[in-house]
């Protein structure tokens, strides 16, 4: 037989380790040192021997070793990565959006607010129980009552980006939380004056609103920038120009941005729009006066003949039962797993919207019908559920709770659209903190702090003398925090600045592989070593009987395997020809020197 010479390789030891399969049950490999195949500079390091008379399996086992000892030919090197880039993060807690001092008893509001003067004659609270009940906020001054306040307060917020119409996410949700009360978590110790140590928030029927505004406008918003400084001892003046920068937003973004309105973007939602409220999308197929009627958009899904495959997100089952690509219809029925409905057999056609039960429970569009690659004939189908007429007063759910809808429409040329949204909770919000919509916190927090007359050496009551007493003030709070902080990853390249740093990205270095192509063969005849000095390390596939070499270390005394009748061996001898290290891949068959030969790949591919 007329064996060619293997070339390696050098290749990914991941292409290696997907590539190839090995025996399930293999020969156990001895502990080899990876110097023993690949010098330090990526090199190899060592030869692989085949016999002159060996099999062809023995020689596709020396091609399957050498090219996943190509895996090992490689070098690391730091060098600077031209075209590279890092990836900076930088991590924020929570922020606290705005903050609220709902109770405040401290020397200004004492003085300022209720007008009192600290002379001894006041009586200066020293614990929590003689706080009064007069120092709540009323948006002015620190002068109310608890129940007053309650009245009064109103917390007013924007979630931006929260809904969309069609494809582009620009509605805001503008949120407002009014009457806010509070619920001792210690109901014994608190009559509603002074605020509770520990409570609740409290946020009853009818006292939060969502407003979703979905007609847009172009708005433009102009602001004075510096554009050259001062230089006042050569009499250069500053120079300032006017700036106006263009943006997309309702109403409400227009006031709070003091812009002007230059064009409407877009009137609303009108007839074959999908949009979402609460991130619900409605597929909207009519609106008029004070209403809409719209169902749940699931989108469009290929159907197979013959396959049941449900609506995504509901318990709605279609089966395709037959397809006409010609005329373009499919014929299908629809059932719910849960509660057996089922519908007749029901006839698509292309672009044509099907009431499955006519009562808007299932919409069905055939949109195309084709063959697909397996030759299965596919159908792709538009759904929509539960399809209804919304008006004011109608309930939707959201995050398992119910809010009630006022909806807005307006007639621009003869076309109805949907203005607006406004959404008022029909369940109580109640805890500590209250969950604003998944995305904020609002917590409620209460603080007393007491200051000794002499550990300050001062008369803070104003009776004479520096008493060994505490004397209190309290500040009950309100916030809203972000429930997540903030994280902003950057990738940046050389030159760059470094988030809001003063440093810049000077280079970008890093550990290099080296690939080391292989120039000359690494595999050899028997014939061809020199037992005296192979020049190498050697791996000898198959043993005395197709391979001379082993046949020599076996008749040496040096090879101490038991080769002619050995299920699969590999034998590692250190210094066995001219001080080179030799290992020998053989069993007393063909498949067992195979095996052997997975076992050695597959111990490669570890290293």
């Given amino acids: 037989m007329k064996v060619k010479k293997i070339a390696a390789l050098a290749i990914g030891a991941a292409m290696v380790g997907a590539t190839m399969g090995f025996a399930s049950a293999?020969?156990?490999?001895?502990?080899?040192?990876?110097?023993?195949?690949v010098n330090a500079d990526g090199t190899p390091n060592v030869k692989i021997v085949v016999g002159s008379t060996a099999a062809a399996m023995d020689v596709a086992s020396a091609a399957d070793i050498a090219v996943a000892l190509g895996s090992l030919l490689y070098t690391t090197e730091q060098a600077e990565?031209?075209?590279?880039?890092v990836k900076v993060k930088a991590e924020y807690p929570p922020a606290t959006l705005a903050e609220w001092t709902i109770y405040a008893y401290n020397y200004d509001t004492m003085t300022v607010d209720h007008g009192l003067t600290i002379n001894g004659s006041e009586n200066w609270a020293t614990k929590y129980e003689e706080l009064p009940g007069d120092y709540w906020w009323n948006g002015a001054a620190y002068v109310d009552t608890y129940a007053q306040w309650k009245?009064?307060?109103?917390?007013?917020?924007?979630?931006a980006d929260k809904d969309k119409i069609n494809d582009e996410q620009l509605i805001d949700w503008h949120i407002t939380l009014s009457k806010i009360g509070l619920k001792s978590k210690d109901p014994s110790t608190w009559d509603e004056t002074r605020p509770p140590k520990d409570a609740d928030l409290?946020?009853?029927p009818g006292n939060v609103t969502v407003f979703v505004d979905y007609k847009l406008y172009n708005y433009s918003v102009t602001t004075t920038e510096l554009v050259r400084d001062e230089y006042p001892e050569w009499g250069v003046p500053a120079e300032y120009q006017n700036v106006t920068n263009y943006y997309i937003g309702d109403a409400m973004n227009v006031a709070a941005d003091g812009g002007t309105i230059v064009s409407t973007y877009s009137e609303g939602v009108g007839a074959g729009d999908t949009f979402t409220v609460f991130?619900?999308?409605?597929?909207?197929?009519?609106v008029d006066n004070g209403q809409f009627t719209a169902g749940l958009d699931k989108g469009t899904a290929w159907y197979q003949v013959g396959q049941p495959q449900a609506i995504e997100g509901t318990d709605w089952i279609v089966t395709v039962l037959d397809i006409s690509i010609i005329d373009q219809r499919a014929l299908v029925v629809v059932k719910n797993a849960v509660t057996g409905q089922e519908s007749d057999q029901i006839i698509l056609t292309k672009d044509s919207a099907v009431d499955v039960f006519g009562d808007g429970s299932v919409i069905l569009t055939l949109r195309d019908t084709f063959v697909g690659i397996d030759g299965h004939l596919i159908a792709s189908i538009e759904a929509q559920v539960d399809v209804k007429t919304y008006q004011s007063a109608d309930t939707i759910t959201y995050d398992g709770k119910t809010w009630e809808m006022t909806i807005s429409t307006a007639n621009v040329s003869g076309t109805w659209y949907i203005t607006n949204i406004t959404l008022t909770n029909k369940d109580t919000l109640e805890g500590n903190p209250v969950d604003i919509?998944?995305?904020y916190d609002l917590w409620y927090h209460f603080q007393l702090k007491t200051l000794n007359e002499k550990d300050v050496g001062y008369d803070i009551d104003g009776n004479g003398t520096i008493d060994d007493v505490d004397r209190v003030v309290a500040y009950a709070h309100i916030w809203l925090k972000e429930k997540q902080g903030t994280v902003v990853e950057k990738e940046l390249a050389a030159g760059d600045q470094v988030l809001?740093?003063?440093?810049?990205?000077?280079?970008?270095?890093?550990?290099?592989?080296?690939?080391?192509?292989?120039?000359?063969?690494?595999?050899?005849?028997?014939?061809?070593?020199?037992?005296?000095?192979?020049?190498?390390?050697?791996?000898?596939i198959g043993g005395p009987v197709a391979n001379s070499v082993t046949k020599y270390l076996v008749d040496q005394g040096i090879s101490q395997v038991d080769w002619y009748n050995s299920p699969g061996d590999i034998e590692y001898i250190q210094g066995a020809l001219g001080g080179y290290d030799?290992?020998?891949?053989?069993?007393a068959t063909r498949d067992e020197t195979k095996a052997a030969a997975e076992a050695l790949m597959e111990y490669l591919a570890g290293l």
Avoid: C, H, R
């Fill in 279 to 286: 991130g619900e999308t409605y597929y909207v197929l009519s």
């Fill in 81 to 85: 990565v031209q075209n590279g880039y």
């Fill in 582 to 587: 030799v290992v020998i891949v053989a069993g």
């Fill in 437 to 439: 919509f998944g995305t």
């Fill in 26 to 37: 293999q020969p156990t490999v001895p502990n080899i040192p990876k110097d023993f195949f």
């Fill in 151 to 159: 009245d009064w307060f109103t917390v007013d917020t924007t979630l």
């Fill in 202 to 204: 409290v946020v009853t």
């Fill in 500 to 540: 809001d740093t003063d440093y810049y990205v000077e280079g970008i270095y890093g550990d290099v592989t080296m690939i080391k192509p292989v120039a000359q063969p690494i595999t050899l005849m028997d014939y061809e070593v020199n037992m005296d000095d192979p020049g190498s390390n050697l791996i000898l």
